[in-house]
Protein backbone atom coordinates (compact mmCIF):
# COMPACT_ATOMS: atom_id res chain seq x y z
CA UNK A 1 0.00 0.00 0.00
CA UNK A 2 1.20 3.14 -0.90
CA UNK A 3 0.68 5.65 2.00
CA UNK A 4 2.62 8.86 0.80
CA UNK A 5 0.17 11.29 1.10
CA UNK A 6 -0.26 12.91 -2.80
CA UNK A 7 -2.98 15.14 -2.94
CA UNK A 8 -2.92 18.67 -1.65
CA UNK A 9 -5.79 20.86 -1.51
CA UNK A 10 -4.68 24.84 -1.87
CA UNK A 11 -5.28 24.86 1.79
CA UNK A 12 -2.40 22.42 2.44
CA UNK A 13 0.26 24.16 0.45
CA UNK A 14 -0.68 27.51 2.30
CA UNK A 15 0.34 25.81 5.32
CA UNK A 16 3.03 23.97 4.41
CA UNK A 17 4.62 26.68 2.34
CA UNK A 18 4.02 30.14 3.97
CA UNK A 19 2.51 31.18 0.80
CA UNK A 20 -1.19 32.50 0.79
CA UNK A 21 -3.82 30.61 -0.75
CA UNK A 22 -5.04 33.91 -2.58
CA UNK A 23 -1.22 34.29 -3.74
CA UNK A 24 -1.06 31.09 -5.34
CA UNK A 25 -4.07 31.06 -7.37
CA UNK A 26 -3.17 34.48 -8.86
CA UNK A 27 0.23 33.46 -9.44
CA UNK A 28 -1.29 30.97 -11.46
CA UNK A 29 -3.33 32.87 -13.67
CA UNK A 30 -0.78 35.45 -14.16
CA UNK A 31 2.37 32.89 -14.82
CA UNK A 32 0.94 29.80 -15.27
CA UNK A 33 3.02 28.80 -12.40
CA UNK A 34 0.83 25.50 -11.24
CA UNK A 35 -1.81 23.41 -13.41
CA UNK A 36 -3.88 21.91 -10.47
CA UNK A 37 -5.79 18.68 -11.25
CA UNK A 38 -9.27 17.40 -10.44
CA UNK A 39 -10.81 14.63 -8.57
CA UNK A 40 -13.19 12.38 -10.61
CA UNK A 41 -15.91 14.99 -8.71
CA UNK A 42 -14.26 18.42 -10.25
CA UNK A 43 -12.78 19.02 -6.81
CA UNK A 44 -9.01 20.93 -7.18
CA UNK A 45 -5.97 19.17 -6.31
CA UNK A 46 -2.48 19.96 -6.31
CA UNK A 47 0.45 16.80 -6.72
CA UNK A 48 3.73 15.78 -4.99
CA UNK A 49 5.34 17.43 -7.89
CA UNK A 50 3.32 20.89 -7.54
CA UNK A 51 3.96 20.77 -3.71
CA UNK A 52 7.62 20.49 -4.24
CA UNK A 53 8.11 23.27 -6.76
CA UNK A 54 5.88 25.63 -3.75
CA UNK A 55 8.39 24.51 -1.75
CA UNK A 56 11.67 25.81 -3.90
CA UNK A 57 9.41 28.82 -5.41
CA UNK A 58 8.80 30.01 -1.76
CA UNK A 59 12.29 29.39 -0.79
CA UNK A 60 13.68 31.41 -3.22
CA UNK A 61 10.82 34.46 -3.52
CA UNK A 62 11.90 34.73 0.62
CA UNK A 63 15.45 34.75 -0.86
CA UNK A 64 14.69 37.82 -2.47
CA UNK A 65 13.33 36.64 -6.52
CA UNK A 66 10.57 38.14 -7.81
CA UNK A 67 7.75 35.81 -9.13
CA UNK A 68 8.30 37.15 -12.33
CA UNK A 69 11.44 35.90 -12.27
CA UNK A 70 11.35 32.57 -10.93
CA UNK A 71 8.52 32.00 -13.68
CA UNK A 72 10.76 32.36 -16.13
CA UNK A 73 12.98 29.60 -14.97
CA UNK A 74 13.06 26.13 -16.41
CA UNK A 75 11.85 23.00 -14.57
CA UNK A 76 14.98 22.04 -13.59
CA UNK A 77 16.09 25.37 -12.65
CA UNK A 78 14.67 25.90 -9.73
CA UNK A 79 15.70 22.97 -7.75
CA UNK A 80 19.25 23.84 -8.96
CA UNK A 81 19.11 27.48 -7.70
CA UNK A 82 17.71 26.72 -4.26
CA UNK A 83 20.85 24.16 -3.54
CA UNK A 84 23.19 26.99 -4.69
CA UNK A 85 21.36 29.58 -2.68
CA UNK A 86 21.15 26.92 0.16
CA UNK A 87 24.79 25.92 -0.38
CA UNK A 88 25.73 29.81 0.36
CA UNK A 89 22.84 30.95 2.52
CA UNK A 90 19.80 30.47 3.96
CA UNK A 91 20.61 26.83 5.11
CA UNK A 92 18.32 26.08 7.92
CA UNK A 93 15.19 26.93 5.59
CA UNK A 94 16.04 24.79 2.96
CA UNK A 95 17.16 22.11 5.56
CA UNK A 96 13.42 22.64 6.89
CA UNK A 97 12.17 21.80 3.52
CA UNK A 98 13.36 18.90 2.84
CA UNK A 99 12.74 17.83 6.10
CA UNK A 100 9.04 18.57 5.62
CA UNK A 101 9.50 16.47 2.16
CA UNK A 102 11.14 13.50 3.82
CA UNK A 103 8.44 13.48 6.39
CA UNK A 104 5.50 13.60 3.26
CA UNK A 105 6.95 10.89 1.43
CA UNK A 106 7.85 8.90 4.70
CA UNK A 107 11.79 9.40 3.02
CA UNK A 108 14.47 8.24 5.87
CA UNK A 109 17.34 8.83 3.14
CA UNK A 110 16.02 12.26 3.14
CA UNK A 111 16.25 12.58 6.44
CA UNK A 112 19.81 11.16 7.20
CA UNK A 113 21.06 12.96 3.94
CA UNK A 114 19.81 16.34 5.12
CA UNK A 115 21.11 15.90 8.23
CA UNK A 116 24.06 14.77 7.41
CA UNK A 117 24.99 17.63 5.36
CA UNK A 118 23.73 19.77 7.81
CA UNK A 119 26.70 18.22 10.32
CA UNK A 120 29.38 20.01 8.12
CA UNK A 121 28.73 23.23 9.00
CA UNK A 122 26.51 22.43 12.67
CA UNK A 123 26.93 20.96 15.80
CA UNK A 124 23.84 18.53 17.10
CA UNK A 125 23.06 21.77 19.18
CA UNK A 126 22.85 23.83 16.50
CA UNK A 127 20.94 21.31 14.79
CA UNK A 128 18.29 20.93 17.70
CA UNK A 129 17.95 24.89 18.22
CA UNK A 130 18.56 25.86 14.75
CA UNK A 131 16.44 23.83 12.54
CA UNK A 132 14.62 21.04 14.99
CA UNK A 133 12.42 23.21 17.22
CA UNK A 134 11.38 25.60 14.14
CA UNK A 135 10.63 22.35 12.61
CA UNK A 136 8.41 20.71 15.03
CA UNK A 137 6.86 23.93 15.96
CA UNK A 138 5.56 24.11 12.32
CA UNK A 139 4.96 20.21 12.60
CA UNK A 140 2.69 20.79 15.13
CA UNK A 141 0.60 23.35 13.85
CA UNK A 142 0.35 21.21 10.61
CA UNK A 143 -0.80 18.44 12.73
CA UNK A 144 -3.78 21.10 14.07
CA UNK A 145 -5.03 21.97 10.39
CA UNK A 146 -5.02 18.38 9.83
CA UNK A 147 -2.26 19.21 6.92
CA UNK A 148 -0.58 15.93 8.14
CA UNK A 149 -1.27 12.57 9.56
CA UNK A 150 0.13 11.67 13.08
CA UNK A 151 1.44 8.76 10.91
CA UNK A 152 3.95 11.72 9.70
CA UNK A 153 4.33 13.33 12.76
CA UNK A 154 5.43 9.72 14.45
CA UNK A 155 7.83 9.30 11.53
CA UNK A 156 9.74 12.45 11.55
CA UNK A 157 9.56 12.80 15.41
CA UNK A 158 11.32 8.98 15.87
CA UNK A 159 14.35 10.12 13.39
CA UNK A 160 14.56 12.91 15.40
CA UNK A 161 14.16 11.06 18.84
CA UNK A 162 17.29 8.61 17.11
CA UNK A 163 19.55 11.30 16.41
CA UNK A 164 18.83 12.51 20.43
CA UNK A 165 19.84 9.28 21.51
CA UNK A 166 22.42 8.43 19.68
CA UNK A 167 24.54 11.56 21.00
CA UNK A 168 23.46 11.06 23.87
CA UNK A 169 24.87 7.93 24.40
CA UNK A 170 27.90 9.17 23.51
CA UNK A 171 28.22 11.72 25.62
CA UNK A 172 27.08 9.64 28.62
CA UNK A 173 29.99 7.06 27.73
CA UNK A 174 32.57 9.99 28.60
CA UNK A 175 30.64 12.06 31.22
CA UNK A 176 32.16 12.89 34.73
CA UNK A 177 29.75 14.40 36.62
CA UNK A 178 31.16 17.04 39.13
CA UNK A 179 28.31 17.96 40.90
CA UNK A 180 26.03 17.03 43.90
CA UNK A 181 22.82 17.79 42.23
CA UNK A 182 20.69 14.44 40.63
CA UNK A 183 18.47 15.93 37.75
CA UNK A 184 15.00 13.86 37.58
CA UNK A 185 13.32 14.11 34.69
CA UNK A 186 10.36 12.85 33.89
CA UNK A 187 6.78 13.22 32.18
CA UNK A 188 3.37 13.76 33.67
CA UNK A 189 0.91 10.96 33.75
CA UNK A 190 -0.22 10.82 29.87
CA UNK A 191 2.26 12.98 28.60
CA UNK A 192 3.90 11.62 25.78
CA UNK A 193 5.54 14.76 24.25
CA UNK A 194 9.00 14.11 25.19
CA UNK A 195 11.75 15.33 22.29
CA UNK A 196 11.82 18.08 24.72
CA UNK A 197 13.54 16.61 27.88
CA UNK A 198 15.26 14.45 25.85
CA UNK A 199 17.22 17.07 24.68
CA UNK A 200 17.61 18.43 27.92
CA UNK A 201 18.67 15.27 29.23
CA UNK A 202 22.06 15.42 27.15
CA UNK A 203 22.28 19.00 27.39
CA UNK A 204 22.61 18.13 31.54
CA UNK A 205 24.47 15.34 31.26
CA UNK A 206 27.01 17.58 28.75
CA UNK A 207 26.86 20.00 31.57
CA UNK A 208 28.47 17.53 33.76
CA UNK A 209 25.56 17.16 36.06
CA UNK A 210 24.09 13.48 37.39
CA UNK A 211 21.53 12.78 35.12
CA UNK A 212 17.86 10.08 35.98
CA UNK A 213 16.18 9.98 32.81
CA UNK A 214 12.65 8.66 33.19
CA UNK A 215 10.82 8.68 30.48
CA UNK A 216 6.85 9.42 29.69
CA UNK A 217 4.07 9.14 31.98
CA UNK A 218 5.99 9.29 35.40
CA UNK A 219 3.06 8.97 38.05
CA UNK A 220 3.39 11.72 40.73
CA UNK A 221 3.87 8.89 43.73
CA UNK A 222 6.74 6.94 41.97
CA UNK A 223 8.72 9.74 42.58
CA UNK A 224 9.29 9.60 46.12
CA UNK A 225 11.50 7.09 46.33
CA UNK A 226 14.25 8.64 44.52
CA UNK A 227 14.18 11.24 47.79
CA UNK A 228 15.79 8.69 49.20
CA UNK A 229 18.72 8.12 47.31
CA UNK A 230 20.07 11.54 46.78
CA UNK A 231 19.80 14.83 49.32
CA UNK A 232 20.05 17.50 46.67
CA UNK A 233 17.77 16.62 43.64
CA UNK A 234 16.13 18.57 41.02
CA UNK A 235 12.89 16.97 39.65
CA UNK A 236 12.45 18.90 36.07
CA UNK A 237 9.41 17.73 33.46
CA UNK A 238 7.59 19.37 30.26
CA UNK A 239 4.06 20.15 30.26
CA UNK A 240 3.24 20.11 26.58
CA UNK A 241 -0.66 18.95 27.40
CA UNK A 242 -0.79 17.37 30.41
CA UNK A 243 -1.86 18.38 33.04
CA UNK A 244 -4.67 19.95 31.66
CA UNK A 245 -5.47 23.69 32.02
CA UNK A 246 -7.93 22.89 34.70
CA UNK A 247 -5.94 20.78 36.24
CA UNK A 248 -2.28 22.06 36.35
CA UNK A 249 -2.31 24.16 39.94
CA UNK A 250 -3.48 20.93 41.58
CA UNK A 251 -0.86 19.12 40.30
CA UNK A 252 2.00 21.52 41.55
CA UNK A 253 0.12 22.08 44.85
CA UNK A 254 0.34 18.14 45.53
CA UNK A 255 3.85 18.00 43.75
CA UNK A 256 4.74 20.68 46.63
CA UNK A 257 3.15 18.78 49.72
CA UNK A 258 4.09 15.12 48.81
CA UNK A 259 7.77 15.94 47.46
CA UNK A 260 9.42 19.13 47.92
CA UNK A 261 7.87 20.63 51.40
CA UNK A 262 10.27 17.42 53.09
CA UNK A 263 12.86 17.86 51.02
CA UNK A 264 15.60 19.84 49.78
CA UNK A 265 14.21 19.09 46.13
CA UNK A 266 13.36 21.34 43.37
CA UNK A 267 11.04 21.32 40.85
CA UNK A 268 11.74 23.12 37.45
CA UNK A 269 9.05 23.06 34.91
CA UNK A 270 8.49 24.31 31.17
CA UNK A 271 6.35 23.94 27.78
CA UNK A 272 3.04 25.24 26.93
CA UNK A 273 0.66 24.47 29.47
CA UNK A 274 2.60 26.88 31.85
CA UNK A 275 0.32 29.65 30.09
CA UNK A 276 -1.96 28.04 32.52
CA UNK A 277 -0.19 28.26 35.71
CA UNK A 278 -1.51 30.94 37.85
CA UNK A 279 1.98 32.43 39.04
CA UNK A 280 1.18 34.97 41.50
CA UNK A 281 0.12 31.35 43.81
CA UNK A 282 3.00 29.16 42.47
CA UNK A 283 4.34 26.99 45.22
CA UNK A 284 8.07 27.87 46.83
CA UNK A 285 10.76 25.79 45.37
CA UNK A 286 8.91 25.69 41.97
CA UNK A 287 10.28 27.07 38.86
CA UNK A 288 9.26 27.63 35.82
CA UNK A 289 11.23 28.16 32.29
CA UNK A 290 9.85 29.40 29.17
CA UNK A 291 12.27 27.71 27.08
CA UNK A 292 15.02 24.96 27.19
CA UNK A 293 17.40 27.37 26.22
CA UNK A 294 16.31 29.30 29.27
CA UNK A 295 17.41 26.17 31.40
CA UNK A 296 20.15 25.06 29.69
CA UNK A 297 21.52 29.01 30.40
CA UNK A 298 20.47 27.97 34.06
CA UNK A 299 22.76 24.93 34.29
CA UNK A 300 25.88 27.73 33.74
Not at 215 to 230: C, F, H, R, T, W
Request: hydrophobic fraction near 40%.
Amino acid sequence: MNNMKNKFSIKDLENLTGIKAHTIRIWEKRYSLLSPKRTDSNIRYYDLASFQKMLNVSYLNNNGYKISKIATLKPKEIPALVREIASQTNLESHAINSFKLSMLNFDQALFYNTYESLLKDKSFVNIFYDIFIPLLTEIGLLWQTNTITPAHEHFLTTLIRQKILINTEFIQSEAKPNSKKTFVLFLPDNEIHELGIMFLNYQIVSHNFHCIFLGQSVPMESLADILNYYDDIIFLSYFTIKPLKEEIDNYLSDFSESLLKKSNAEFWILGQMLNSIDMDNIPPKIKCFKSIQEVTDNLI
